[in-house]
């Protein structure tokens, strides 16, 4: 089984970019689907975008479409959020997670789960 450790988080204004990473250890993290899920305050959390073992397919929720590009390195046993023209409401702790099999959208699915990074989005 993998550990995940997120990282890349912080504050940007409206209009900008991050990069978020999430390292994983262990030798199997390429058997793995990798999704980002975020959680905002007050709300539950939701899921962001999956990309499969692979990284032939990905998955996006329909709010982040065309700004939020998921993205793997086998290699490196990392999978990268790239965020582009951030908004206010994106404000949220960000996690990875991994997904052996099952549905993508789904968090129950998920077999592991990294800590969070913070992201703040200012007006």
């Known amino acids: 089984q993998v550990q995940l450790v997120e990282s890349g988080g912080g504050l940007v204004q409206a209009g900008g970019s991050l990069r978020l990473s999430c390292a994983a250890s262990?030798?199997?993290?390429?058997?793995?689907?990798m999704g980002w899920f975020r959680q905002a305050p007050g709300k539950e959390r939701e899921f962001v975008a999956a990309?499969?073992?692979?990284?032939?397919?990905?998955y996006y929720a329909d709010s982040v479409k065309g700004r939020l590009t998921i993205s793997r390195d086998n290699a490196k046993n990392t999978v990268y959020l790239q965020m582009n023209n951030l908004k206010p409401e994106d404000t949220a702790v960000y996690y990875c997670?991994?997904?052996?099999?099952?549905?993508?959208?789904?968090?129950?699915?998920?077999?592991?789960w990294g800590q969070g990074t913070q992201v703040t989005v200012s007006s």
């Open positions: 997670a991994a997904l052996t099999s099952g549905f993508y959208k789904s968090e129950a699915e998920y077999d592991v």
């Open positions: 262990g030798r199997s993290f390429s058997t793995y689907h």
């Open positions: 990309i499969t073992w692979s990284g032939a397919d990905t």
